[in-house]
């Protein structure tokens, strides 16, 4: 047996790396201390919602104008540029994993839809409780109904 030799199972650490514990990872993409506050914003249930309405635009928008919904990048692009703290959180938008993390969350909440191929980002089906329905829509609805027996 060699001293200090990883067991069976172990996970083999290098300099540098993220260390094991018996909860999982510690270094955890939302838990780096330049991501969490912004994972944090954009997850939470009191700031979330107002995220998702932005994105929801930005995606509907996008959409109309290009013929095509945007890309992860795309949006989170464009939702930077509406971040208030963007200074504080520049780093933070343009990681990967808190792209990956937060359209996971959104996606579960049913404010998104996608596929795993490139540019099939939707509007999910919690968006239309984010979005009244509009007058003219209703009316259309009023026209449609069949008149009523009396």
Request: no cysteine.
């Amino acid at each position: 047996m060699i001293p200090n030799a990883p067991e069976y199972g172990d996970p083999v650490l290098q300099n540098g790396t993220m260390q094991w514990n018996n909860s999982g990872w510690t270094d955890k993409p939302w838990s780096a201390p330049h991501l969490a506050p912004l994972f944090t914003e954009l997850t939470s249930a009191k700031t979330a919602p107002s995220w998702a309405r932005r994105a929801v635009k930005i995606i509907h928008r996008h959409t109309r104008e290009h013929g095509e919904p945007p890309t992860f990048r795309e949006l989170f692009t464009e939702l930077a540029t509406q971040d208030p703290h963007f200074d504080d959180h520049a780093e933070a938008w343009s990681s990967r994993a808190i792209r990956g993390l937060v359209i996971v969350h959104w996606r579960r909440q049913g404010w998104m839809r996608y596929r795993t191929e490139i540019r099939t980002l939707r509007s999910g089906p919690t968006a239309n409780a984010l979005f009244p329905t509009t007058r003219s829509a209703r009316r259309e609805g009023a026209r449609r109904e069949a008149p009523r027996e009396r």
